[in-house]
C-alpha cells in the first residue's frame, strides 16, 4: 500500500520560509523510478482547482516548476530517505493552501509534464497547511 506523508506546514509572516516533506512508502524499491509533485488548493476552492506547484522525477533529469513558484521555491529529494521537499521562500498570503503531495509510480522522465497538466496522480497525500499573514 503506497502512502504519502506531507510535513512541514504551518503559519508564518509574510517574507518567511517553510520547507515541505513528503515521505513516500509502500512501494518496494522503486525510489528512483517516481514522478513526484506538489500541488495546493486555496481556502474555498474546490479540488478540482488545485493549482500545480513542482514536481521531479526521482531519476533525474526532470524537473517542473509552476507560474507561482519560480524563482521561490525549490523542489528536492533525498532518495535514501524516499523523501521529496519542497523549499519554499519569500512567502506571501497568496501562497496560503492546504499543500498536497502527488506520486506516480513506476514512471518516466517524460510522464511528470504530462501528469501534472492532466492532474492525473495515482497517490495523493492528506495535505499540510500553510498560512502566511501580512
Known amino acids: 500500500q503506497v502512502q504519502l506523508i506531507e510535513s512541514g506546514g504551518g503559519s508564518v509572516e509574510t517574507g518567511g520560509s517553510l520547507r515541505l516533506s513528503c515521505l513516500v512508502s509502500?512501494?518496494?524499491?522503486?525510489?528512483?523510478?517516481?514522478?513526484v509533485a506538489w500541488f495546493r488548493q486555496a481556502p474555498e476552492s474546490e479540488r478540482e482547482d488545485r493549482e500545480d506547484?513542482?514536481?521531479?522525477?526521482?531519476?533525474?533529469?526532470?524537473?517542473y516548476y509552476g507560474d507561482s513558484a519560480k524563482g521561490r521555491f525549490t523542489i528536492s529529494q533525498d532518495n535514501a530517505k524516499s523523501t521529496v521537499y519542497l523549499q519554499m521562500t519569500n512567502l506571501n498570503p497568496g501562497d496560503t493552501a492546504v499543500y498536497y503531495c502527488?506520486?506516480?509510480?513506476?514512471?518516466?522522465?517524460?510522464?511528470?509534464?504530462?501528469?501534472?497538466?492532466?492532474?492525473?496522480?495515482?497517490?495523493w497525500g492528506q495535505g499540510t497547511q500553510v498560512s502566511v499573514s501580512s
Open positions: 502527488a506520486a506516480n509510480i513506476r514512471c518516466s522522465p517524460f510522464d511528470l509534464g504530462p501528469a501534472i497538466v492532466r492532474r492525473q496522480f495515482t497517490y
Open positions: 509502500g512501494d518496494g524499491d522503486a525510489s528512483s523510478d517516481r514522478c
Open positions: 506547484v513542482a514536481g521531479l522525477y526521482t531519476g533525474g533529469g526532470a524537473i
